[in-house]
């Protein structure tokens, strides 16, 4: 509700515009707000900021213009230069030294009319220290009490002994130790640009993502995160630098063009009529380009675009590492990347890796054992087939499919029944289980082993198939037990329902505090993903008639040597040199050996993948850099979002990114993607096509 002692033309603006409480306390404070001149402090933004909200508001015209904002600014121009930096004083004061500080003012605190007590914080805002200002010294005095929290300053004044306050005196001596030892006593102080003050920000504040830039400033966690990232990307580059041959940072173009590589891509139209550039979905031309140029070694931090559906954590701009090698195999690829992130944890983690290599598990293998191509192993749950031994009757009441196969894991219990059937019911009833219920294949089937109960609960599977479940499952009272039905097919994709119930259900006994959290990291390399998928309706593909689409990408080389011969009889039983990098069921990333001759590149597009000329002809770079004697390489790209969100175990990129996109896939901060006004459209000889219109 809007306060009624607003002035009635202080109005206009309806109360759903605003989305919290903040903005509204924030709005109103805001109109009674007036702004004083502050001796030396530069407000001039705020206010003329406030101005553009009223004409913007329509709410009557603005002031006759004061140009006292120019004054302020010029004297924030020429501010003092910090002859310290507050953690070297603090790590090594001297006392009567004369310092000139850099920060942000703290909230003051006046004791009485003689002495104010205020904390600066330094730039980086994770250090700060007390300032002591006394009303004998008139001119500072005046000013600092004119200062709202929060602004910039530069504090000049003498650093001294600082004496323990009445409530550290009473907290004994373990508090006085913690204590600064010093305090700065306040001489002049310049107020950069003043903080305005319709803008609440304590420690407590929540910032919607609309003011990122507060959030930033008020959450220590994001700010330690962008910190963090950067020296992940530091020891990375160290890490590659200092092999023998080095890998070279090279950076390739972000205008680039449209090829049918896998992703939706974005457009960006030019001025020249029907041209446009496309952002790359990755490096992967370029850099396969460079193995073609005699560069033995690249790497970059790159940005890839890709115009996906936003799922779960992704983002349409992200960042990867990405690297290429030649005269190389997958194997090199995988004992370079094994080394870097060892380093990275021996470096940046509280603990190192183990020494042993990462283990390595077929995609067959993961999918039958986990129903994932990215498990987190961490949890067991091994999924077992029983479809050979259990009635045909139960069968058919969990699925319509015949003949499917059916699978079963465990999820084990603490020893209690009652505690799991519990557990069950508060989870099959919850939105996470609501997919697996729809499923047309068939619902999930869940038991609870109680020993009190006939077959312990599991009648309908009768006693033979008890039996082996038993001893399949090792299973003891509390135990439950998923069973769930699929096609009879080979695997595709990346995850089987059951699968998927495992990570929800697993998470959500986590959250329910049945299970204990997984602890610690477990990387493995999933390898052995067929070279080709059946085409999938989210993705695009590469456009090709046969109903097939390349499973990493269409530069992907076959395995072995009997894969490359199976291209000729069965390409959907071909082996794909393709490795994925895994950790705790997240995919840090991928990458395969690549197709090196101009001659097997273009068969795959236009014999295999069945790609109609015109899109095979936009491959034509390629294809000539590879004819031009490429030697073999290989490569991967790992998300570096995502490993910065891994190792500081963050849920979402978005906490590890300074200016992420919204689920929508839009900057809230800036608001883009914006509307393209008529001028810009005719610019690039766009026109908007009335969908209404042609769907009549
Ligand atoms: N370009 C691939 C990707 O973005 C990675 C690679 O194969 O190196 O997934």
Redesign the pocket.
């Known amino acids: 509700m809007l306060p009624t002692h607003l002035p009635a033309r202080s109005l206009p603006i309806s109360a759903v515009r605003l989305q919290s409480y903040i903005e509204i306390s924030n709005y109103v404070r805001g109109l009674r707000v007036t702004y004083p001149r502050v001796p030396g402090c530069v407000s001039g933004y705020s206010r003329g900021f406030h101005c553009v909200n009223r004409l913007r508001q329509q709410d009557g015209p603005c002031p006759p213009p004061s140009h006292s904002f120019l004054e302020d600014y010029k004297q924030s121009m020429n501010f003092p230069a910090a002859t310290i930096d507050l953690k070297s004083l603090l790590e090594r004061p001297v006392s009567g030294d004369k310092v000139a500080l850099h920060g942000y003012l703290g909230r003051r605190v006046d004791m009485g009319k003689r002495m104010a007590f205020v904390r600066l914080s330094d730039s980086t805002l994770s250090h700060n220290v007390q300032v002591i200002a006394f009303a004998k010294n008139k001119a500072a005095f005046e000013k600092l009490k004119a200062i709202e929290a929060n602004s910039p300053v530069v504090v000049q004044g003498t650093v001294q002994e600082k004496q323990p306050s009445v409530k550290e005196k009473a907290a004994g001596e373990q508090e006085k130790a913690k204590a600064d030892s010093v305090e700065i006593a306040l001489e002049d102080i310049h107020c950069l640009n003043e903080f305005p003050k319709d803008i609440i920000m304590t420690p407590e504040t929540v910032f919607p993502a609309e003011k990122r830039h507060l959030q930033i400033r008020t959450e220590s966690n994001l700010r330690d995160a962008l910190l963090f990232r950067a020296k992940v990307r530091n020891v990375l580059r160290e890490a590659l630098g200092e092999l023998q041959p080095p890998f070279v940072d090279i950076e390739t173009p972000l205008l680039f063009k449209s090829t049918p590589e896998g992703a939706r891509e974005f457009l960006v139209p030019t001025r020249r009529r029907g041209l446009a550039y496309a952002l790359p979905?990755?490096p992967?031309q370029y850099k396969q380009i460079l193995m073609a140029s005699g560069i033995p070694r690249y790497y970059q931090f790159a940005r890839?675009f890709r115009d996906e559906d936003l799922r779960a954590d992704r983002q349409p701009e992200f960042t990867?590492l990405?690297l290429?090698m030649s005269f190389a195999t997958g194997e090199d690829v995988m004992s370079i990347i094994e080394a870097a992130v060892k380093k990275l944890w021996s470096s940046l983690m509280p603990e190192p890796l183990a020494a042993e290599s990462f283990p390595r598990s077929s995609y067959q293998d993961v999918m039958a054992k986990y129903g994932s191509d990215k498990p987190d192993v961490r949890i067991g749950m091994e999924i077992k087939r029983i479809d050979h031994m259990i009635p045909v009757d139960l069968v058919s009441k969990i699925s319509p499919l015949n003949e499917p196969i059916v699978e079963a894991m465990k999820l084990p219990g603490n020893e209690d029944p009652d505690e799991t059937r519990r557990f069950l019911t508060t989870f099959m009833d919850s939105p996470a289980a609501s997919g697996f219920h729809k499923n047309p294949e068939g619902g999930p089937g869940a038991f609870v082993y109680d020993s009190r109960k006939p077959l312990s609960g599991l009648q309908p599977f009768g006693f033979e198939a008890t039996w082996v479940l038993e001893q399949e499952l090792n299973l003891e009272d509390g135990d439950l037990v998923l069973i769930q039905a699929r096609k009879n097919a080979p695997f595709s994709g990346g995850s089987t329902a059951l699968g998927d119930l495992r990570r929800e259900i697993h998470k959500a006994a986590v959250e329910a505090n049945f299970k204990p959290a997984p602890t610690g990291f477990h990387f493995l390399w999933v390898t052995g993903f067929p070279l080709f998928s059946p085409i999938s309706e989210s993705e695009p593909g590469q456009g090709g008639a046969a109903g097939i689409a390349s499973t990493?990408?269409p530069f992907?080389a076959p395995l072995r040597e009997s894969d490359v011969s199976l291209l000729l009889t069965d390409p959907t039983k071909v082996v794909a040199d393709h490795y994925d990098l895994v950790v705790n069921g997240v995919e840090l990333?991928?990458?395969?050996r690549r197709i090196h001759s101009a001659a097997v590149q273009e068969f795959i597009l236009r014999d295999i993948l069945k790609m109609p000329a015109e899109r095979l002809a936009d491959f034509a770079h390629l294809l000539e850099a590879l004819r031009a004697g490429c030697p073999p390489h290989a490569?991967?790209?790992l998300g570096f979002d995502r490993l910065v969100a891994v190792m500081l175990g963050r849920e979402s990129v978005r906490d590890v990114i300074a200016f992420p996109k919204s689920g929508k896939g839009e900057d809230v901060l800036v608001k883009c993607p914006s509307e393209m006004t008529e001028e810009s459209l005719r610019t690039y000889h766009l026109q908007l096509r009335d969908e209404r219109a042609e769907e009549k």
């Open positions: 979905q990755s992967q890839c990867q990405d290429e990493h990408h992907t990333g991928g990458g395969s490569g991967i790209a």
